[in-house]
């Protein structure tokens, strides 16, 4: 009678041996090694690095959609010709009395001057820079770069006048075309505003370089050239 038995746990025995997972053949081996994902590649520093807002091409590549500002205020003006006198630092000058002046709007400005016009109002920045800032030669060659021609060429010439009034040295710039300048220093982000115009002035000659720039729409600093002018003859030395 124990024959039965016997062959019912020969039965199980079977059943569980054939039923058994099957044996991981890969057990204990090392996972195989994928290739490594390449690391980004870095973006060279350009002429747009913020550690050098001055150098490089700024007829590069734009990484981002230019900037086109709408006119302020576009006003119709006719100058009247009538001046006022202003001090700043150790310069005298007289500007139109259509010109508002308020407060520079970072350290680095003196002073601003609000220009009216038809195309719409443009700042006349005042700057100094401790330092020095380079010379008229230098900052003219840059002031070159900001701008570029109707068809997005170099600006090649510029109107350019020197005058000697001891102390001072007098240069007074003028470019047009279409303006690139950065958004702000250094930073990526460019103008494209055809159709514009920059008159500068740069004084030497007591102490640190003193920098007069108004950058906007032709139209508007076209009305102002002849006072520009009036203006830069008046700089002088000593308040």
């Known amino acids: 009678m124990r024959l039965p038995c016997l ?10 041996a054939c039923g058994a997972p099957a044996t ?17 590649p870095v973006a060279p520093t350009g002429s747009h690095g913020a550690a050098n807002p001055h150098g490089g091409d700024p007829h590069g590549e734009v990484k981002t959609a230019p900037v086109v500002r709408a006119p302020v205020n576009p006003t119709p003006v006719t100058p009247g010709g009538q001046m006022r006198a202003e001090t700043l630092v150790e310069l005298g000058f007289s500007v139109p009395s259509e010109w508002t002046r308020k407060p520079g709007s970072n350290p680095m400005r003196l002073a601003e001057y609000t220009i009216p016009g038809p195309g719409g109002e443009v700042t006349l920045v005042v700057s100094r ?8 030669a230098a900052n003219v060659a840059r002031w070159k770069t900001q701008f570029t021609t109707a068809d997005g060429g170099p600006i090649t010439e510029v109107k350019e006048q020197t005058s000697e009034r001891a102390p001072l040295k007098v240069t007074t710039v003028d470019v047009t075309g279409t303006n690139i300048a950065a958004v702000t220093p250094g930073a990526p982000d460019r103008y494209n505003e055809p159709g514009s115009r ?21 139209t508007t600093l076209d009305v102002w050239e ?10 002088t030395a000593g308040k």
């Open 226 to 235: 002849p006072a520009f002018q009036k203006f830069a003859g008046s700089v």
């Open 24 to 40: 991981n053949t890969d057990a204990g081996k090392p996972a195989p090694t994928l290739p490594a994902t390449p690391a980004a």
């Open 7 to 16: 062959t019912l746990l020969t039965t199980a025995l079977f059943t569980l």
């Open 129 to 136: 820079f401790a330092g020095g800032g380079g010379d008229a």
């Open 198 to 218: 920059l008159l500068g002035l740069i004084v030497e000659g007591v102490g640190d370089p003193v920098f007069f720039k108004a950058v906007g729409p032709a």
